[in-house]
């Protein structure tokens, strides 16, 4: 039928009243809302235009607008603000001395930075617990941190040194910890982490633990098909999956607004019948408290949450992209809400947690604390030749695999007459 036929149809037929004028119930409607918890909402857009034979963006909207205030924390005490805070200065003091020793051939590769999007990675990894699970991508080093590793460990690995978390048989961000720390290496493969986290924990629930598994994700790689059948698997599964959406703006050279039509990401939460939540990704107060209560949701068994943090990234893909494609106004309106300064400002100023100098001696501090472990990343020796091809197999007795929580829960099924109980399926829900 075309659609002109169909219209006629419609004007011929056209939907019967209810009785009395009566709506329909309201069972028969449904209502979907995504959560925004931002105190601004930057209405411009980027668009690409053809001068002088060349082609380039610009942006259209208003970009005057002043730096809102930071949102107060529902679960933020003074003591664990203040740690955020210096795990973000830490973050982005450690990214500095990455590029300084780029510049002086010491790093072995490419250099990734998060520059802009400290507050997202620090305060989310801040609302795990202990036996929570974290799987970074190559620009939340904050969150490695955050988690346990020390900016000497991740400098190594960038330089390639044998003391490094992979001895120097790797560079990047490309390591983790299973053991100790929960923490899954990055992948490569944009969207393989989030298939991976919700294999954690369903593993974790099979030995009856609930656990929140935190992953990130950028407004580019969420356009993947892993990524959804990662999370449509967590959703039916109802998995503590808790997906950081970093819509930085830009995916490499690819503006946002020429990637997909959505105005929110958060909103792709509806079709997987999960919540969709907004938040400032330059405010480590909204980070935190969704981050908190998803990881909540996850460890009471309630199922994933998917966060959409919006943000700028002040760096290029790499150490190598320039990012002139940018345009200089988008650059000089994120850059007004640092979210280092931003929290800085809050801190001292605002609430008045730190004095002027309490603040001076902090950040003194975390350039001590950096210097010294940019030294001893720095002497610690390469790799001998030799060592490259060991722990490329499972050697014997390298290790042993064994549940992490207990054994898995089975049930048992009598039958009678049987010489013995067999197991029955495991039903995953």
């Not at 075309?2 to 209810?18: C, D, G, I, S, V």
């Not at 930071?70 to 990455?98: F, G, P």
């Not at 967590?234 to 503006?255: D, I």
Request: aromatic share 8%; hydrophobic share 35%; net charge positive.
């Amino acid at each position: 039928m075309t659609l002109r036929m169909a219209k006629k149809r419609h004007r011929r037929n056209p939907p019967k009243p209810e009785p009395n004028g009566a709506r329909r119930p309201l069972s028969s409607q449904r209502t979907f809302t995504i959560p925004d918890y931002r105190l601004e909402k930057p209405n411009f857009t980027i668009r690409q235009v053809r001068k002088d034979h060349e082609f380039r963006y610009e942006i259209e909207g208003d970009l005057s607008a002043p730096v809102p205030p930071i949102r107060e924390s529902k679960y933020l005490d003074q003591k664990q603000c203040l740690e955020i805070y210096r795990w973000m200065l830490l973050n982005r003091k450690m990214e500095t001395a990455l590029e300084n020793l780029y510049k002086q051939g010491k790093v072995v590769g490419g250099v990734y930075f998060g520059l802009g999007q400290e507050a997202c990675s620090c305060a989310s990894a801040y609302a795990l617990q202990k036996d929570d699970w974290l799987a970074p991508l190559i620009r939340n080093q904050g969150s490695l941190l955050v988690r346990g590793f020390s900016a000497r460990d991740i400098m190594m690995q960038y330089m390639a040194k044998a003391g490094s978390p992979t001895r120097g048989r790797d560079a990047s961000s490309h390591f983790g910890d299973i053991q100790k720390r929960n923490v899954v290496a990055p992948i490569s493969t944009l969207g393989d982490l989030i298939p991976v986290l919700a294999g954690v924990a369903l593993g974790a629930r099979l030995q009856g633990r609930h656990l929140a598994v935190m992953t990130y994700i950028g407004e580019g790689g969420q356009s993947t098909g892993v990524t959804h059948e990662g999370v449509n698997f967590a959703a039916v599964q109802n998995l503590g999956l808790v997906l950081f959406v970093e819509n930085n703006l830009w995916a490499y050279s690819t503006p946002a607004d020429m990637q997909f039509r959505l105005k929110d990401l958060a909103e792709r939460a509806i079709a997987y019948g999960i919540p969709g939540i907004i938040v400032d990704g330059t405010d480590a107060c909204q980070v935190y408290d969704a981050a908190y209560e998803a990881c909540e949701r996850a460890r009471q068994g309630q199922g994933p949450t998917m966060i959409e943090a919006k943000m700028m990234r002040m760096k290029g893909h790499a150490i190598h992209d320039a990012a002139d494609y940018v345009p200089k106004a988008l650059f000089d309106y994120w850059r007004k809400r640092d979210p280092v300064s931003r929290f800085e400002n809050y801190l001292v100023n605002t609430r008045k947690w730190l004095t002027p100098t309490e603040n001076r001696e902090l950040i003194a501090g975390v350039d001590q604390q950096l210097e010294s472990e940019r030294n001893a990343a720095e002497a610690s020796p390469m790799p001998e030749p030799e060592s490259a091809a060991g722990g490329v197999y499972c050697e014997e007795g390298c290790h042993q695999i064994k549940p992490k929580y207990g054994m898995p829960k089975v049930n048992v099924i009598k039958r009678a007459g049987a010489p013995k109980q067999e197991p029955g399926a495991v039903h995953l829900k």
